[in-house]
């Protein structure tokens, strides 16, 4: 009776292990800012990290966010941030953040961006 159980157990962790591996596997953490604007129904309500160069940016000081896109040589995407200080044209930065999309018309994404979680400056 034990042997069967732990078989049974085995078996579920084993089935519960792929599970977890594959959905993690299904979305990249580190895709590509083209793969994001080609797929953005794989990419929509998952948190990714991009990283590239502002191209440009501008803060919106009465309603408390900053918009800037960055370019990552691939592609170009919007990033809405609440942080009081928006980086300026040129920074290298690396962004971790939910792909958000205002509507979505004949399978393309408008207003696809990316929902700032954390920003780190780099060199």
Not at 2 to 7: F, G, H, L, Y
Not at 75 to 88: A, C, H, L, N, Y
Request: aromatic share 4%; charged share 20%; glycine share 10%.
């Amino acid at each position: 009776m034990i042997t069967s159980r732990n078989i049974v157990w085995t078996l579920a962790a084993v089935t519960l292990a792929a599970a977890l591996t594959t959905a993690c596997a299904s979305v990249p953490g580190r895709p590509p800012i083209r793969q994001v604007q080609n797929q953005p129904g794989r990419f929509v309500d998952h948190t990714v990290t991009v990283t590239g160069t502002v191209t440009s940016s501008w803060g919106v000081p009465l309603v408390g966010f900053n918009v800037f896109r960055i370019d990552d040589g691939t592609g170009e995407i919007t990033v809405v941030s609440t942080d009081r200080r928006v980086p300026g044209r040129g920074a290298r930065v690396e962004v971790r953040g939910k792909v958000e999309d205002v509507a979505m018309l004949g399978g393309r994404a408008l207003g696809l961006h990316i929902r700032e979680r954390r920003i780190r400056y780099r060199d």
